[in-house]
Antibody, heavy 120, light 111 residues
Framework: QVTLKESGPVLVKPTETLTLTCTVS??????????VSWIRQPPGKALEWLAH???????SYSTSLKSRLTISKDTSKSQVVLTMTNMDPVDTATYYC????????????WGQGTLVTVSS | QSALTQPRSVSGSPGQSVTISCTGT?????????VSWYQQHPGKAPKLMIY???KRPSGVPDRFSGSKSGNTASLTISGLQAEDEADYYC???????????FGGGTKLTVL
């Protein structure tokens, strides 16, 4: 059974760095040509793609947020980590991780999401 | 502002059909047959409903169908049911620089 689960702080202060972890099970990050994206959704607003890491460790980022984002993975822990620097209240959102197979272009499994609030 | 344009809302009565459009450009929707659609109920994660423009994952009712013409993709839901009331998002591959872009979402109300 494939699952993804996001974890991280519920509240961060402006200018701080956010670190989110996506723990996966039911598939391997080191083979099977599986990649993971981070996607966010501000309250009442649309989904926004943030970053993706491929099975070969290649990374891609949203052009508008690239300077603030870093995605990485620890295959031994089955985890994908996203860091976002210089957090601002407009970054308040539910952050999702989702699976996408290399060479494919749809998200077949999503995590439940984690709401991050940016406030002093 | 989202990269792909969707109507903010659509509505229909039970048993009717509704179509949700998703308009992009030749760099995304029009350039690739990689449009997917996601259903999202309040407080829940998105669920894949259509991929590669018109393919349905197993378990998704055949009342859901997808199509594309030029730079516009469409999701049609026939035989509307109360449980179809949700937000729907389109997503398109946009090349090896931008990768994936989402639409602004459409709220479907079943009257």
């Amino acid at each position: 059974q494939v699952t993804l689960k996001e974890s991280g702080p519920v509240l961060v202060k402006p200018t701080e760095t956010l670190t989110l972890t996506c723990t996966v099970s039911g598939f391997s990050l080191s083979n099977a040509r599986m990649g993971v994206s981070w996607i966010r959704q501000p309250p009442g607003k649309a989904l926004e793609w943030l970053a993706h890491i491929f099975s070969n460790d290649e990374k891609s980022y949203s052009t508008s947020l690239k300077s603030r984002l870093t995605i990485s993975k620890d295959t031994s822990k089955s985890q994908v980590v996203l860091t976002m620097t210089n957090m601002d209240p407009v970054d308040t959102a539910t952050y999702y991780c989702a699976r996408i197979k290399d060479g494919y272009n749809y998200y077949d499994y999503w995590g439940q999401g984690t709401l991050v609030t940016v406030s002093s | 502002q989202s990269a792909l344009t969707q109507p903010r809302s659509v509505s229909g009565s039970p048993g009717q059909s509704v179509t949700i459009s998703c308009t992009g450009t030749s760099s995304d929707v029009g350039g690739y047959n990689y449009v997917s659609w996601y259903q999202q109920h309040p407080g829940k994660a998105p669920k894949l409903m259509i991929y590669d423009v018109s393919k349905r994952p197993s378990g998704v009712p055949d009342r859901f169908s997808g199509s594309k013409s030029g730079n516009t993709a469409s999701l049609t839901i026939s035989g509307l049911q109360a449980e179809d009331e949700a937000d729907y998002y389109c997503c398109s591959y946009a090349g090896s620089y931008t990768f994936w872009v989402f639409g602004g979402g459409t709220k479907l109300t079943v009257l």
